[in-house]
Each structure stands twice: as structure tokens, then as C-alpha cells.
């Protein structure tokens, strides 16, 4: 088969059918489903490909359901690294180049990159080229782009941030922000190439005096200062002593500017070689304590401030340098003097450690010194332990006895307010923008905030969260997490494609706090992108959206404000009203901490609450072959290069193979090359047996029936949840297996039963693989698409004939027991095997005996007349019931075997006879319920 022309063929019959441009039908019910518009900085890579399949897949399916479905698309633009891409772009920048020459940009087109609407223009355009040619079943009349270059949703945007400061969720503060000092905005998730999900986090700099001048010490863990036997310099580090607001501070060349970003007024001084540093004491403020500064090559100048304090008895990277510099002074360029006092001082109190847990787990470890890479783990396990069980000891001064998580806070505090530490904000990993740019930290001032950390807030977006369908549920803790945890949002920059902030045009509202209620947007796009019906963006006033989306004032006073005629306004609001809320959307784990979260804040914040969101599914991130995808490594496929190579279906069926659940997907390439070969194989045999077989019914035939019918049942009950793979595995490769099993025994199949199946079997792949199944559909004779065809249903009462599935098992187990005798017994030149089941009596004292104990079992079997004329062999037939538990099946052994008999002939190679009257060796007397007695003749 030609998948390449089918799947044409069908692309171009759903456009001019528009099969997917659903339009308000009141009384039937609606499925409204989005996924998160894609950035539009690069091709559609099958990452998003996954998420995107995911909803496409639901929409699919809902639609079978009988649901009038609404699955839009549009395209994101909003952000700083498209215009500084485009920048490096008319720079001449190589390695910018290049990644558009990996990413298969036609070398001539490249120069044209140097305008950011034009990565707009052509990522959007072959996005939807992209989309399209794999099928997706997506309204594309409700499709737009962002930012202020469509300024009818531009208008969107302006209105929903001037209802968010009306209802006092923007507010101006002070925050601690990741920044691009290039593109002098605060950098979101979406903006990073390196660093999602992390954020400015608070650590203490403890002040340490060396004279008059503060040596500023990062940590995380204050309360551990009154155990610092040493400071750590680098030695190869050239340090500055700078004026910090009114003091002195020696730092690393690299904190100066960090500190500056964090409001720290500094004055540089002068240099300071480290290694001239290297000997003097310093005192602990805290502890009145001097301490000597030693050499630690391991101190990177860029992290905090390039000092490092040195706790070794609960720090074990401390421990491992200072028992290094211990065992040879000399290595280290030090006096043994220097060291011959330092003392580990214990502080914390854990169970399962002594006084000094860091010593101990590196002595149970086997650590070797300071390079050894298990101080990582060991570390990890220590501070865990000390963190949230730990007591602090007499050594801590007043807060002696309290734990060191109810200590924290108060102390923390204390250490602050007595000056003897400052709060400096640092990023726990590595930020790199889009634009290639590392970030920092930078507190930013005179900046509008989305006030998150409002409890009120919070308490609408909980009752939200608890009212909504999610998939998978135990993604539930995670949203619980991030909207207890989420902080005030930095919702502006002063920088890149976006909408500017209605009430302070200084600033470009920031591209995740613009996309959070867009989904209400695409009820109306339509009406609003078509020049058709000719709607002005400056028509496009609040009291219009306030009326369309909120319902509030009426539809004279709008139409008379901006010029719209009333019928048009109604038709809108028709549609928002019939499609509103959306029911489910689908995405990224990545993006439960921002942008999923951010939804559900902020439609609490402008809807009512019949509006808010009904559902999300949440997937894991799509591995390629089993590693992780990198642009770094360059094993990154997108969507265009996996469609051609393998074809839209045998695509789509291997991305939603991939995975299901939180737990990370993968692409299986292997899985992908055989895929489009075994739909083909379906294709084939669907078309070459539809309305062909036999008459007549065999119990075979019921099989096959009842085993589909029962896969029916459990592939709708996955197709539920969201777990497309559970799906495709039972709906497909069960459904297949059983096929093989029935053509097996019956060659010729059942007229009926297998034109049911085909059907059946189309139906179902029909999400998953819609091209092949609307051909097969066509060509067996269906009307309309199937896309639109009923999902498939099934009978309760063929799910509860277990009798007819235990039927095929019972003949897959004589044939196996046939084999083995045949194996063992050498008697493969045999030439006829005799089947006897057992005595009618014996099935009748099973009826009987079942589920009894012995003496009940004797009682009611020898009540039986009948029974009795077998005597003793009654009992011990009864005493097997009893010892192995034997139950009856309800399979009518004879005629299952009669009607098998050629099969079985055929799978053991002989002549097969069923209860002959030959029986040579009495065979027959030894079979029982469910295990004929055979005899295989030499």
C-alpha cells in the first residue's frame, strides 16, 4: 500500500470538509480541549510533538463519544529569544548561524532570520505545514499569533491584565529574579535553553573579620556557623577588596557584579591575590572564635562570594580537604602550625550518627579524599538527616535543644538583625537564556508583580484544583505543591515580542503572565482573525469582553460603544458560553510549576466559577531512544523528520507508544521502522477478508467474540484515563495476538465474526492511526469518516461467557500435554493420537463436591444414587476434588475437542480421535474434568 498517497488523500478531505471547525450545537454536549501554544523559535520537535499528540489522540476519541469537539491551535511569539536570536542572526553571530543550518534552514533563507517577525512568519507556517501532514484534528479558523503584531489579541491581553489589576492581583514590589543581563529581562522557563524550573534562591552570608575588613561567607545552613574550624580560599583567585554599602568586604572578582545586582552599593578598592590570604586568622563573630583561612582549590570564584566556611564534623566535603591538608601541610603550601589547634566541633545531634557524623560517613564509605565524586551522595544523606530530624547541641549557645528546622527561622533572624550576616539570593544551578547568555540574580525594583503569594489567592486556586479532573491523579500533590509554594511572579521586561503593560508602557508584559486565560480567547478567534467579518481591533474595548467573557453590562450599550452590530456580539458570546470552560489540557510535567499553575490562578482571578478549568493531563518529558533529547547532543528529531522517514500513522502510533503516565516517554526508532510494515499487514488483511467466510458458527468463533469484546472494554477504560499506550497495547496488539491465535485454528473465518472484528479493530486504531483506518473504512463500505463514527460499544453479556475463553485455553493445554508426551516418549513417527475426556458421572460429582469441605463434599456426592454404583473410586475422585481444588469450567470438553480435532491433528503432526471406542490401555478411565487422557499410538 501506498501509506504516503492514502494519508494525502485523507489530509485533503478533512480540510475540504472542514471536519474539525466545529460550530455551537445547544443540547449536544461539548469536549473543549488545548494544549499549551508551542514557541515559535524553531521546528515542532516530537517533544512537543507528544504532548501535542496526547490532546490530539483525546480529541479523537471524545469526537467517537459522540462529543462536539473543539480542538484549536495557535502559535506563541511572546518573549526575548526570538528578537535576540534575530539579533545575533544580523550580527554575523557563527554559532546562531549554525544552529539554523543544523535545524535545516536552506542556507539563503538564513539572512532573513535577522528580523524576528520573520521567525514568526516561517516557524508558525511550518508548524501548521507539520501538524497538518500528520493528521492533527485541529480547528485551524480559530488559529493566531501572539504579541502586539496581531493587535486584535493584543487587545485580549490588555484587557485581561487591566481586570487583574483591577482586582488587585498586579502590584509594583521588590523581588529577587532570574535576569538576562542581555536581554535586561527577567528570564522564564520557556526563555531558557538551560535551567527550567529554577529559581533565586535565599542563603545567608555569615561575616567573618579579618581586621576591619568582613570576609562574606555563603550558606545555606547558618545554624552551622558555630562549628567553623577554618575559612576555604582558592589560592589561584585573584579577590578584590571592595566598599560594601558602609563596610569592607573581600570577595572573588565575580561577586561584584552579583552583588550590585542584589542592591548592594560597591566600590571597588583594590585586588587581592588569594594566596596572600592563605595563613591569616579571622574571627567568628558568632562564636568569638579565631579561625585560619586555609587553601581549597575546589572553591569556585563564581559561587556566593568565593569565601567558603568549613564546618567538618557535619560537612563531609569539609572533612575530606581538611584530612587532606592534615595528612601532608606541605602539598598544600602550609605551615603544620597553622592547623595543629583545629578541633571538629560537633553541633547536631542525628539518629544512626555519633558526634561527628561527616567523619563517620566517609570512614563508612571508604571516601578516599576531596575529589572522591561519593562525597555528593554523602553529603545529601548528612544534611537530610540533620535538616529534619536533627537537635542542636550545647554548642549552639540559646538555641540548644531546639530543632534545627523549628531553629532556623528565629535564628536566622537574629544573626541578621545583629549584622552579622547579610541575605544574598543565589541560583542553586546553572540559567542559561535562549540568547546564550548566563543569568543571575537580580533583585529588581519599580517591576509589577502577579501576586501569587496571596493567601486568598491561593484558597480560590485550591478550591479550583480540588473540583478538577486530572491525569494522572497523583499529579494532584505536585499543583497542590506549587500553589502553596509559588511567590509573587515578575510579569514584565523591558524587552523582546510581546503586549505592552496597558498602564506603564516602559514594560513588555512577560510571555508566560500573557498566555494564562488564552484558551477563552480561541472561542471567539474566529470571529476576530477572519477580515470577513470585519472586526477593528480598536472595537475591541473592555466593555466588549467584559460582556462577551463576563456577561456583564448588555449587548445595546457594547454594540453602540464599538460599533459592532449586536447579532455578531451575541454569536460570540454564544460560543464562549457553549464551549467555556475548556475540559481538559494537556501538557508537560514541566510546566505544572509555572504555567499549568498560572492558569488556574489566574481564571480564579477574572471568571466566574462555572468557567474555571474542568481537567489537565500531565505528561512525562519524550526521551529518543531511551536518552535524553539535547540540542547540545544533537539528537533531537522533529516532528517534519520523523513524518517523512516513517510515515504521519506510523508516527502517531509510536509517540503515544511511548509512554503514559508522569513517567518519561521515549521514541523507540526500532518501534517506528517495524510500525508502518504491521499496519500495512492490518491494512491488507482487513481489505482481503471483509464480508468473507463461512456460515457457520463454531466455538471458535464465540472466542474470538468474547476475548475482543472483553478488549473492548478494557482499551475505552485506558482511552479514559489518558493512557494511550495501555490502549494501544490491549487495543491493538491484544486485539492482533488473539486474530493470530483465531486464524490459527479456523483458517476460514467466520463471515460474521470477522467483518465484526475488522470493524472493531478499525475503530479502535482510529485516533491512533486515523489515515489507514478512514481508507480501510471506506473501502469495507463505511459512510462518512470514521473519525466520526461511533467508538466501539459492546455487549455485557459476552464479557460475562467465560466458559467460551476457558474452552481455548482447555484445547491450548491438551495440545501441550499432547507435545510433551510426544517429546518424553520419543514417538514423533507416531501416526495417531486418541483424546478420551472423562466419564459423565465424574463431572457431575464435581458439580456436586465444588467448594466443600471433605465431609460435606462425601455427603452430598453419596446422597446421589447414581454415585454410589461407583464406589470406592468415587471417594478417591472426591478426595482429588477436595486436595487440588478442582472447580468445574462449564466446557463442554467432547464437542470442544470434536471441533478442534483437526486442528490439534495439525499442531502434534498425527491423526487425532476423540472418545474412541480403542482404548488399549484404559486411558479413558483416568481423565477427569478439564484433563483429557491421551494415548499416543507407536
Not at 522557563?189 to 581586621?211: C, N, Q, S
Not at 542584589?262 to 592563605?278: C, H, P, R
Amino acid at each position: 500500500m501506498d501509506f504516503k498517497a492514502i494519508e494525502e488523500k485523507w489530509q485533503k478531505r478533512y480540510e475540504e470538509a472542514k471536519a474539525f471547525e466545529p460550530s455551537v450545537e445547544p443540547g449536544r454536549p461539548k469536549y473543549f480541549i488545548t494544549y499549551p501554544y508551542p514557541y515559535m523559535n524553531g521546528y515542532f520537535h516530537i517533544g512537543r510533538a507528544f504532548s501535542g499528540l496526547r490532546a490530539e489522540v483525546l480529541a479523537r476519541y471524545k469526537l467517537m463519544q459522540g462529543y462536539n469537539v473543539l480542538f484549536p491551535f495557535a502559535f506563541h511569539c511572546t518573549g526575548t529569544p526570538i528578537v535576540a536570536a534575530a539579533e545575533r542572526i544580523a550580527e554575523g553571530e557563527k554559532k546562531q548561524m549554525d544552529i539554523l543550518k543544523k535545524a535545516g534552514i536552506p542556507e539563503e533563507e538564513i539572512p532573513k532570520f535577522a528580523d524576528p517577525v520573520y521567525w514568526t512568519e516561517y516557524f508558525s507556517r511550518t508548524t501548521k505545514e507539520d501538524l497538518k501532514k500528520v493528521g492533527a484534528a485541529i480547528d485551524w479558523s480559530r488559529s493566531f499569533r501572539t504579541t502586539a503584531l496581531n493587535p486584535h489579541y493584543d487587545r485580549f491581553i490588555k484587557w485581561q491584565f487591566r481586570k487583574l489589576k483591577e482586582g488587585g492581583y498586579v502590584v509594583m514590589g521588590e523581588h529577587p529574579v532570574v535576569w538576562c543581563p542581555r536581554c535586561k529581562s527577567p528570564v522564564g522557563d520557556h526563555a531558557r535553553l538551560e535551567g527550567e524550573g529554577v529559581t533565586p534562591e535565599e542563603i545567608f552570608l555569615i561575616k567573618f573579620k579579618l581586621g576591619e575588613a568582613i570576609l562574606p561567607c555563603g550558606t545555606y545552613r547558618p545554624e552551622t556557623s558555630f562549628g567553623v574550624t577554618n575559612l576555604w580560599l582558592n589560592p589561584e583567585v585573584t579577590y578584590v577588596r571592595a566598599k560594601v554599602n558602609d563596610e569592607e568586604w573581600l570577595v572573588s572578582e565575580e561577586t561584584v557584579e552579583k552583588l550590585a545586582n542584589q542592591k548592594y552599593v560597591v566600590t571597588v578598592i583594590e585586588k587581592v591575590k588569594g594566596k596572600d590570604l592563605i595563613g591569616k586568622k579571622v574571627l567568628n563573630q558568632i562564636t568569638g572564635r579565631e579561625v585560619p583561612i586555609l587553601p581549597a582549590v575546589f572553591v569556585e570564584p563564581g559561587r556566593g562570594t568565593g569565601v567558603v566556611m568549613s564546618v567538618p564534623a557535619h560537612a563531609p566535603y569539609d572533612y575530606a580537604a581538611l584530612r587532606d591538608i592534615e595528612s601532608s601541610p606541605a602539598d598544600f603550601g602550609i605551615s603544620p602550625d597553622i592547623i595543629k589547634d583545629i578541633r571538629l566541633i560537633p553541633l547536631i545531634t542525628i539518629e544512626g550518627f555519633g558526634k561527628f557524623p561527616a567523619k563517620e560517613i566517609i570512614e563508612q564509605m571508604n571516601i578516599k579524599d576531596q575529589n572522591d565524586p561519593r562525597l555528593e551522595d554523602a553529603t545529601k544523606e548528612i544534611y537530610k538527616k540533620e535538616f529534619h530530624t536533627g537537635v542542636l547541641n550545647e554548642n549552639c549557645g540559646k538555641y540548644a535543644g531546639s530543632k534545627v528546622m523549628e531553629a532556623k527561622l528565629e535564628l536566622e533572624s537574629d544573626f541578621v538583625h545583629s549584622d552579622m550576616a547579610a541575605i544574598f539570593y543565589e541560583l542553586p544551578q546553572q540559567v542559561v537564556c535562549r540568547c546564550l547568555t548566563k543569568c543571575v540574580v537580580k533583585i529588581v525594583s519599580d517591576q509589577w508583580f502577579l501576586n501569587y503569594s496571596n493567601p486568598i489567592w491561593k484558597a480560590q486556586a485550591h478550591k479550583a484544583l480540588d473540583a478538577m479532573t486530572l491525569y494522572p491523579e497523583k499529579v494532584r500533590k505536585q499543583f497542590d505543591y506549587v500553589l502553596d509554594w509559588l511567590k509573587d511572579w515578575a510579569c514584565t521586561r523591558e524587552y523582546g515580542l510581546g503586549t505592552e503593560l496597558p498602564w506603564d508602557k516602559r514594560w513588555m508584559i512577560e510571555s508566560l503572565s500573557d498566555s494564562t486565560i488564552y484558551m477563552s480567547y480561541y472561542t471567539i478567534s474566529k470571529f476576530l482573525q477572519d477580515p470577513h467579518y470585519g472586526i477593528k481591533p480598536e472595537q475591541l474595548t473592555d466593555e466588549f469582553f467584559d460582556f462577551v467573557l463576563l456577561d456583564k453590562g448588555t449587548v445595546e450599550d457594547v454594540s453602540k460603544k464599538t460599533g459592532i452590530m449586536q447579532g455578531l456580539i451575541m454569536k460570540m458570546k454564544q460560543e464562549f458560553e457553549y464551549w467555556y470552560p475548556f475540559d481538559m489540557r494537556c501538557s508537560g510535567k514541566d510546566l505544572v510549576q509555572n504555567h499549568l499553575s498560572f492558569c488556574i490562578f489566574n481564571h480564579t482571578a477574572i471568571f466566574p466559577e462555572k468557567y474555571w478549568p474542568q481537567g489537565m493531563g500531565v505528561n512525562g518529558f519524550l526521551q529518543l531512544d531511551g536518552q535524553k533529547m539535547s540540542s547540545s547532543k544533537g539528537n533531537i528529531y522533529t516532528l517534519r523528520q520523523v513524518t517523512e522517514m516513517y510515515g504521519a500513522d506510523a508516527t502517531r502510533l509510536t509517540l503515544m507508544y511511548g509512554g503514559e503516565g508522569l513517567e518519561d516517554p521515549n521514541w523507540d526508532s526500532e518501534f517506528a521502522r517495524t510500525a508502518g510494515p504491521k499496519l500495512a499487514q492490518w491494512y491488507d488483511f482487513a481489505l482481503e477478508n471483509y464480508g468473507r467466510g463461512r456460515d457457520d458458527e463454531k466455538y471458535i468463533d464465540l472466542w474470538l467474540e468474547s476475548v475482543a469484546t472483553k478488549t473492548i472494554k478494557l482499551t475505552k477504560e485506558a482511552m479514559d484515563t489518558m493512557d494511550f499506550r495501555t490502549a494501544i497495547q490491549r487495543g491493538y496488539f491484544d486485539m492482533q495476538r488473539y486474530l493470530r491465535w483465531y486464524i490459527r485454528r479456523s483458517p476460514v473465518p467466520n463471515k460474521r465474526i470477522i467483518s465484526w472484528f475488522i470493524d472493531v479493530q478499525t475503530r479502535i486504531l482510529a485516533p491512533f492511526t486515523p489515515h489507514m483506518c478512514e481508507e480501510i473504512w471506506q473501502q469495507i463500505g463505511g459512510q462518512g469518516f470514521i473519525a466520526k463514527t461511533p467508538y466501539p460499544t459492546w455487549d455485557e453479556k459476552m464479557i460475562a461467557n467465560e466458559t467460551i475463553e476457558r474452552s481455548e485455553d482447555f484445547i491450548r493445554k491438551v495440545i501441550e500435554d499432547a507435545q510433551e508426551i510426544i517429546t518424553v516418549a520419543n514417538l514423533t513417527e507416531a501416526k495417531e493420537a486418541y483424546i478420551y475426556t472423562s466419564d459423565d458421572w465424574k463431572y457431575k460429582a464435581l458439580q456436586i463436591a465444588a467448594g466443600k469441605n471433605m465431609g460435606d463434599a462425601m455427603k452430598a456426592v453419596m446422597a446421589d444414587e447414581d454415585m454410589r454404583k461407583h464406589g470406592k473410586e468415587v471417594s478417591r475422585y472426591i478426595q482429588k476434588i477436595i486436595s487440588e481444588r478442582l472447580v468445574p469450567s462449564g466446557v463442554d470438553e467432547p464437542a470442544i475437542l470434536k471441533e478442534a480435532q483437526e486442528f490439534i491433528a495439525g499442531e502434534i503432526g498425527m491423526k487425532v480421535s476423540v472418545n474412541a471406542e480403542f482404548d488399549p490401555q484404559n486411558k479413558k478411565k483416568h481423565a477427569i474434568p478439564g484433563r483429557p487422557a491421551i494415548f499416543i499410538q507407536s
